[in-house]
């Protein structure tokens, strides 16, 4: 029997069941070696890991992969969560109770009293007064967490509240992070309005890119490197494409016509490398021709 917003005794249990394994696993004496030597830090390799499988199985359309992922990504969060209660810390109840307020806080259109009564009732609102809702909260949300981390003595208010671009994480990769930097700033009117300026921009960078190979300036050259792709991002943002999602389809496009021209050289028993560049070029217009 599937899960509805009012039957979820079943997930409940299966969680509960799932924390009490994670406990066990850490138990002092009875545990589990390698699941005692871990800590927060020397899981986010794995936590990284898990996230990209995610993906992976979405990308190949495979169901049951996808869930053998999701699970798998679900314990790192209970792993987290476990070695935080160890320590005095949060738990997964609180995980769990944070990302429900702020569902219920970032809805208001959906539950206007900010709690599950209100489900139901009419909302008169179009979806860009939503998106204009929902960064508003975001942004008293982001000023409220700068308020606690201060209280707590986990960061100052003078290097804290001095950008919009505040709290994006460095840690995220670096085209995810570019298009949240982009995006941020856009909010405050620092963005074009048309495609056409943008394009220009990446012209522009590609320009700068090649005058600095032309006097060997290699650092220089790296430089503009990463103004060509952080436009790149700034195109990709401006045609609503995620640039991410773009890019791991160019590798799957570049993977499968590569593959094709192996295999095509594998029948006429010749080898990548006995053959000229424009061989292999003439062979991977004939995969792009081919649909790949």
């Given at each position: 029997?599937?899960?509805?917003p009012?039957?979820?005794?079943?997930a409940?249990?299966?969680i509960?069941?799932?924390?009490?394994?994670m406990a066990m696993l850490?138990?002092?004496?009875?545990?589990?070696?390698?699941?005692?030597e871990?800590?927060?830090n020397?899981l986010?390799?794995?936590?990284?890991?898990?996230?990209?499988?995610v993906?992976?199985?979405?990308?190949?359309?495979?169901m049951?992969?996808?869930e053998?992922?999701?699970?798998?990504?679900?314990?790192?969060?209970?792993?987290y969560?476990?070695?935080?209660r160890?320590?005095?810390g949060?738990?997964f109840a609180d995980v769990a109770?944070?990302?429900?307020?702020k569902?219920?806080?970032?809805h208001?259109?959906?539950?206007?009293?900010?709690?599950t009564?209100?489900f139901?009732e009419?909302?008169e609102?179009?979806s860009?007064?939503?998106?204009?809702?929902?960064e508003a909260?975001?942004?008293?949300?982001?000023?409220?967490?700068?308020a606690?981390q201060?209280?707590?003595g986990?960061?100052?208010?003078?290097?804290d509240?001095s950008?919009v671009?505040?709290d994006?994480?460095r840690a995220?990769?670096a085209l995810?992070?570019?298009?949240k930097?982009?995006?941020?700033?856009?909010?405050v009117?620092f963005?074009w309005h048309?495609?056409?300026p943008?394009?220009?921009k990446?012209?522009?960078?590609?320009d700068?890119?090649?005058?600095?190979?032309v006097?060997?300036d290699?650092a220089?050259?790296?430089?503009e490197?990463?103004d060509v792709?952080?436009?790149?991002?700034?195109?990709?943002?401006h045609y609503?494409?995620?640039?991410?999602?773009?890019?791991?389809?160019?590798?799957l496009?570049?993977?499968a016509?590569?593959?094709?021209?192996?295999?095509?050289?594998k029948?006429?028993?010749?080898a990548l490398?006995?053959?000229?560049?424009?061989e292999?070029?003439?062979?991977?217009n004939?995969?792009k021709?081919?649909?790949l």
């Amino acid at each position: 029997m599937q899960d509805s917003p009012g039957n979820n005794l079943g997930a409940a249990a299966a969680i509960d069941k799932l924390l009490q394994v994670m406990a066990m696993l850490r138990h002092p004496k009875h545990g589990c070696p390698w699941d005692l030597e871990q800590s927060i830090n020397s899981l986010v390799p794995f936590t990284i890991e898990e996230v990209y499988e995610v993906v992976d199985a979405i990308e190949r359309k495979d169901m049951v992969d996808f869930e053998d992922e999701l699970g798998d990504l679900l314990f790192q969060i209970v792993f987290y969560t476990q070695l935080t209660r160890e320590d005095g810390g949060f738990g997964f109840a609180d995980v769990a109770h944070t990302v429900t307020n702020k569902l219920l806080r970032r809805h208001p259109h959906v539950f206007s009293d900010g709690t599950t009564d209100s489900f139901g009732e009419l909302a008169e609102l179009s979806s860009e007064e939503v998106v204009s809702n929902w960064e508003a909260i975001k942004q008293q949300e982001r000023e409220d967490k700068r308020a606690r981390q201060i209280a707590a003595g986990q960061s100052s208010e003078e290097t804290d509240a001095s950008s919009v671009l505040d709290d994006i994480p460095r840690a995220l990769p670096a085209l995810e992070r570019a298009r949240k930097l982009q995006k941020r700033a856009a909010r405050v009117g620092f963005d074009w309005h048309e495609m056409a300026p943008v394009i220009a921009k990446m012209r522009e960078e590609l320009d700068e890119f090649e005058q600095a190979l032309v006097q060997g300036d290699h650092a220089k050259a790296e430089s503009e490197l990463g103004d060509v792709f952080f436009s790149a991002v700034n195109l990709a943002r401006h045609y609503k494409t995620e640039p991410e999602v773009a890019l791991r389809q160019a590798n799957l496009k570049f993977e499968a016509r590569f593959k094709w021209i192996e295999s095509k050289l594998k029948d006429e028993a010749r080898a990548l490398e006995d053959c000229s560049l424009e061989e292999l070029d003439s062979l991977w217009n004939q995969a792009k021709a081919n649909g790949l």
